[in-house]
């Protein structure tokens, strides 16, 4: 079924901006903005990439509008976006028109706020170019806060910051990294931010694989036509918003956006079942043979794994209003299983050293503290330890980074055993100490490394189910 525009392009404003139009936006923030645009609204976007790809000369090409395809293996649904109202690259990003912009979302992955891992800290290594050309940035980071000089320079309005990356707390990341910038590059704008500028904490959801050829093919089938910068993505999407804004902002809560005042347990229950189970996918699939979140995700040992890693990681959580945890991890684990979505799991473990700690690491410290068995995120770590920095392509050429890969492959080449790997691995800084500290963690994390080490697939598959039947029958 397609659905076409019901709103005239040229009646919306460019009230919103939106930094990393990448295909998660496209398919996630894009969508929600339509909905309002259907219903009347006349908030429009301006789309701005400092980093690649360009899309501005697909976007113009096409008139401003691309399509989202949702399928989920039995239905299928297109619709034409048309609240991306224009686009911009670094080149031309200073000269965006901010004076009527006081909504502005980022997609800009954890790398993009320029902060030491694990902490709220600016690395200003990471900012000294901008720092020695205030005017002329190159990051997020730096634009953003000279988009602010310049507007407090004009005596603009309150605007409101949200990030909408996968990041814990993000809101209180960004706030905090561009808080340091600017007493650094712009010492007379803190006060001015402090008084108009808010960074509310967002949590969203909607598994938006990289495009694939077969993707392409299936866009167009459905949509009747070529689109160079249409996306596919699964029917479930999700966006919680902490209610914490300045100045005007788009009624979100019509298009079934949640605005809460607590956003952390949301947060914290997407982080740890969902991208929590993603992650675990990441690392034991591939150890396990496959390519792909479809392949692990119905595997039936990785399945029977999952449900003992998703029942102590609820273990650890607070269940949000309207929720039901053991719903939500099952849920979490079907739209794993949608056969139209083959997120490769190299990609999803991309920057792992980024997404364990929340994910993972954090809720085992969690379950060690309670005095309960975090032995299924010590399998999981161990995974990390045998395969982090391995940067061999699955069959469609992805290839997995990681900041510290080059660190962890170092590590691997001078431990002589699991346990010096394990020792090695769980004294890295991105850890709870809980973790290196509690003895039998430590001996759970080394007992896997050395199962997982020489075995074959089956081997470890074996071994996998042995742990979940064990755990499961106890």
């Known amino acids: 079924m397609m659905y076409g525009l019901s709103y005239d392009r040229n009646a919306l404003r460019a009230r919103a901006a939106h930094i990393g139009v990448g295909a998660f936006h496209r398919a ?64 031309n990003a200073a000269h965006v028109e901010w004076n009527e912009i006081s909504f502005v979302t980022l997609t800009i992955t954890e790398k993009g706020y320029c902060h030491h891992a694990g902490s709220s800290t600016l690395d200003i290594e990471k900012v000294a170019a901008d720092l020695a050309a205030p005017e002329t940035p190159e990051t997020a980071i730096g634009y953003l806060a000279w988009m602010l000089e310049k507007r407090r320079r004009a005596r603009g309005g309150p605007i409101t910051l949200a990030s ?57 089938a459905a949509c009747g036509r070529p689109d160079s910068i249409g996306v596919v993505a699964e029917p479930f999407r999700q966006w919680v918003i902490e209610n914490r804004f300045a100045g005007p902002r788009p009624e979100l809560e019509m298009a079934g956006v949640q605005i809460v005042e607590d956003l952390a347990p949301y947060e914290h229950m997407k982080h740890r079942l969902l991208n929590g189970l993603q992650s675990a996918y990441a690392e034991l699939g591939r150890l396990c043979g496959h390519d792909s979140s479809y392949g692990a995700s119905t595997d039936p040992t990785l399945a029977l794994w999952a449900s003992v890693f998703l029942q102590d990681q609820a273990l650890t959580l607070i269940c949000p209003d309207g929720e039901n945890l053991e719903t939500y991890g099952h849920v979490s684990l079907k739209r794993l299983q949608n056969p139209t979505i083959h997120h ?73 055993n699991a346990d010096e790997l394990a020792l090695g691995l769980l004294n890295m800084p991105l850890w709870p100490a809980q ?39 106890a």
């Open 164 to 220: 909408c990356d996968n990041v814990a707390d993000n809101g209180v990341l960004l706030g905090s990294v561009l808080r340091d910038y600017v007493e650094r590059a712009f010492p007379d704008l803190i006060v001015w931010l402090e008084d108009n500028v808010a960074f509310p904490t967002s949590m969203v959801d909607r598994i938006v694989p990289a495009m694939s050829d077969d993707a392409r093919a299936r866009l167009e």
């Open 28 to 91: 996630h923030q894009q969508s929600y903005y339509d909905d309002l645009a259907r219903q009347g609204a006349d908030w429009g976007i301006v789309g701005i990439n400092l980093t690649a790809p360009d899309l501005r000369t697909d976007h113009q090409r096409q008139g401003g509008t691309y399509a989202l395809l949702t399928e989920d293996g039995e239905d299928q649904t297109c619709r034409e976006i048309g609240t991306l109202l224009r686009m911009h690259d670094r080149a």
């Open 344 to 416: 490769p799991l190299n990609q999803i473990a991309s920057d792992a050293s980024f997404k364990l700690p929340q994910r993972i690491a954090a809720p085992a410290a969690d379950l060690l503290v309670s005095g309960r068995s975090a032995e299924a995120q010590a399998m999981v770590l161990a995974s990390w330890a045998l395969q982090g920095g391995d940067r061999c392509p699955d069959h469609a050429e992805v290839v997995t980074s990681d900041p510290l890969g080059d660190e962890l492959v170092a590590l691997r080449a001078r431990s002589n």
């Open 435 to 473: 973790l290196r500290e509690n003895e039998t963690f430590v001996a759970n994390t080394a007992k896997w490394i050395g199962l997982f080490s020489h075995a074959t697939a089956k081997q470890r598959r074996a071994a996998i189910e042995e742990f979940s039947r064990e755990r499961l029958n």
